[in-house]
């Protein structure tokens, strides 16, 4: 249904706080006062981010402000000048753009922006409630405006653990809407949240508009993919934190539909391969066929993991692969003997899965 004139005014102010830097929020948000006939506050704003501009060493960005004011016939004429006679001296090829800004809009123009911003619709969870729940299939974007969630999954032995917390200006439920999955993880709000929820078509639209948001929110989903795999995997039990994220950081994942190939030259050699997600079919020169399912490692990095020779990997499903780089791989390898020892039970595991197979 979209955001009405109000909820788009609240929304574009909420995000404003958010990212107080970000000139794609505060334009729009400028002439929605202007229109909502909320001048003086208008002028307010437009002032406070010329200076915040050119303190910031944005004297360009801080020319664009003033011209708004010029625009919106700002009473204090005599600063405005000042400002932007400071804003001309200051002007240099190397402005500082280090302020926190909207990544998802950044490369969309004002209106692009504000299309996609009104196309959301406002919710509010409570304190304690399950927003997103694991497991389930639902194709819900969501961007938090006000308060704070905790990102929980379960693990193998049915603990619910706390792998993340998210704050104003974060967003969740991109998995589903990037790569049609089921939730990856429980979203619980730990305070009265506001939010803003869009459908995976909206954001579908965000990515054909946008490449560079396109890139962003798959690298994303693929850095939460892998981060949350090192904590539900036993393998990676033991590790410590700056090691999940270095290995969801510098991973990358492969997506496969049915049938078709994953071993090969489609997978970085230099590499381990985890099954993030789906199932896959290990077949064999002889003509015997394994099921592998999610958890399952291989990769010529290791003999305990290697396939056999000419053996080949196929998605029998919807499946996405995780390729941790060989330098992070050996690391874990010499820093912990229990990543070394799990590593050789999934390999040993895997070997007699095939060996069953050959023999029944």
Known sequence: MGLNKEELLQSYGMLHRIFP?????????IHMLQHNQESPKALSLALS???????????????SFLFLCRQLNHPDIEEIEDLSNMARYSLSDSEDDSGRTFALIEQLSDSEGLDFITQGSLMQAIDGETIVRQGEHSRTFYLILDGHVDVKIRLE????????????????????????????????????????????????????????????LIRTVQTRLVHGMTHSLSVFAELHETDRLWAAEESTVD?????????????????????????????????????LTTGTMFGDISPHISLPSQATVKATEHTLVCNIPENIFRSFMNAYASFDQQVQILGTSLHQKYQSARTA
């Open 157 to 216: 032995n049915g603990e619910l653990k706390t792998v993340n917390s998210l704050h104003p200006g974060d967003f969740f439920g991109e998995y589903a809407c990037v790569y049609k999955l089921p939730r990856s993880a429980s979203i619980i709000a730990t305070d009265t949240t506001l939010l803003l929820e869009f459908s995976d078509r909206s954001i579908a639209q965000l990515m054909q508009h946008s490449t560079v948001a396109g890139d962003y």
């Open 21 to 29: 830097e970000d000139l794609h929020v505060a334009r729009p948000y």
């Open 49 to 63: 981010m010329s200076r915040r501009m050119l303190a910031s060493g944005n004297a360009t960005h801080a020319m």
């Open 255 to 291: 997506e496969f539909n049915l049938g078709e190939a994953i071993s090969g030259h489609q997978l970085p050699r230099s590499a381990c391969h985890i099954l993030l997600f789906g199932r896959a079919e290990l077949n064999l020169p002889d003509g015997t066929s394994v099921p």
